[in-house]
């Protein structure tokens, strides 16, 4: 009897101290698999919730999550406006729930769908918009074209569509320096 209580208390034992080592591991491995989450991965696991971004230059901008880029972010704010936010600008984010995207390669055409090419969108649809940048600075026109590294805005009143009356300047602004551009109605803003 004594002997059968040894081995039961041995085989407790033993199991005690797998248990221990496989709750170990599993937070290791936790541990591990969070360390390897991106920003974009957790934003794109908010996808349709609100969340507010502090942005460089920009302060707190909110609005619905509707699309994550490649190096870019699409809200949807108050009024319906569209907010493009550049990732990089990206400081804090609130309002995250507990749900992350799955890390995946974005593959070759998903990878070229950057800043670049949301605001050659917004030039094509020769939206009026509000250009802010990373140091605060704030310039209100429209998307003209969009180079490698640059951005031209045409330059006119918020409240003007583009028209060649209307335009006081072309301004080229560097890509890296865009924080954050919104979409304004013209006669609304």
Known sequence: MRWQRLFADLQAEFDEAEAAAARAEDATRR???TGAVRLVDRLAGALGGTVVLRCSG???VSGELVEVGADWLLLTGE????VLVATAKVRTVAGLGRATAPAEDPGPVRARLDLRWALRGLARDRSVVQVVLDD???YVGTVDGVGADHVELAEHAADQPRRAAAVRGVRAI???AVAVVRTLTPGLD
């Open 31 to 33: 541990r591990v698999e």
């Open 136 to 138: 605060g600075a704030v």
């Open 174 to 176: 560097a890509l890296p």
């Open 79 to 82: 009024g319906r406006r569209e």
């Open 58 to 60: 920009a302060g707190d």
